[in-house]
T-cell receptor
Framework: AQSVTQPDIHITVSEGASLELRCNYSYGATPYLFWYVQSPGQGLQLLLKYFSGDTLVQGIKGFEAEFKRSQSSFNLRKPSVHWSDAAEYFC????????????FGTGTRLKVLA | ETGVTQSPTHLIKTRGQQVTLRCSSQ?????VSWYQQALGQGPQFIFQYYREEENGRGNFPPRFSGLQFPNYSSELNVNALELDDSALYLC???????????FGPGTRLTVL
């Protein structure tokens, strides 16, 4: 079965430091991959997505992610974190067996220190 | 352009009751997917509606049901509520069933 693993439940970084959030997926075919961000009490906002082509994907708010097929990974990065980036981040894979649906990881909660 | 909206924002029910949650899809989107997000977990797929028909279902019991209307808005109905149904319910709309899903703010359901 398809699955998404986010190994880090919590991450704390200082404002201005770089950030990398890890995501590993299990999927037989070429995956559709997504990163969403969720602020407290809010829904999910799409940061970026990968369907095909260039393996380095640029998103909103200065985020980028790199698809590495050999490692089954789609890690999210930001060179300099802002206090407003504190939130929960979810990686998801689009599964197209039968109904097209998203399989989400359990999320990584990011805390930013001033 | 209006995004995905959901109502109500919060809801408190007691065990055994029934609840209806509502979702208005983004303009031009004909597909709505519903997800349940338990505390501390990622969202889990409940079902999808495409052009007023159910287009697939996750591992949820039949007491979870839905509707989609001609304007592509949607309802999620849950009968015989259980304590474990307490969660954030997210609705997502997309241009078609395989396109990118855009999420609403969610409805927080508490079952006492």
């Amino acid at each position: 079965a398809q699955s998404v693993t986010q190994p880090d439940i919590h991450i704390t970084v200082s404002e201005g430091a770089s950030l990398e959030l890890r995501c590993n997926y299990s999927y037989g075919a070429t995956p559709y991959l997504f990163w969403y961000v969720q602020s407290p009490g809010q829904g999910l906002q799409l940061l970026l997505k990968y369907f095909s082509g260039d393996t380095l994907v640029q998103g909103i708010k200065g985020f980028e992610a790199e698809f590495k097929r050999s490692q089954s990974s789609f890690n999210l990065r930001k060179p300099s974190v802002h206090w407003s980036d504190a939130a929960e981040y979810f990686c998801a894979v689009g599964e197209a067996s039968g109904t097209y649906k998203y399989i989400f990881g359990t999320g990584t909660r990011l805390k930013v220190l001033a | 352009e209006t995004g995905v909206t959901q109502s109500p924002t919060h809801l408190i029910k007691t065990r055994g009751q029934q609840v209806t949650l509502r979702c208005s899809s983004q303009s031009g989107h004909n597909t709505v997917s519903w997800y349940q997000q338990a505390l501390g977990q990622g969202p889990q797929f409940i079902f999808q509606y495409y052009r007023e028909e159910e287009n697939g279902r996750g591992n949820f019991p039949p007491r979870f049901s839905g509707l989609q209307f001609p304007n592509y808005s949607s309802e999620l109905n849950v009968n015989a509520l259980e304590l474990d149904d307490s969660a954030l319910y997210l609705c997502a709309s997309s241009l078609n069933p395989t396109d990118t899903q855009y999420f609403g703010p969610g409805t927080r359901l508490t079952v006492l």
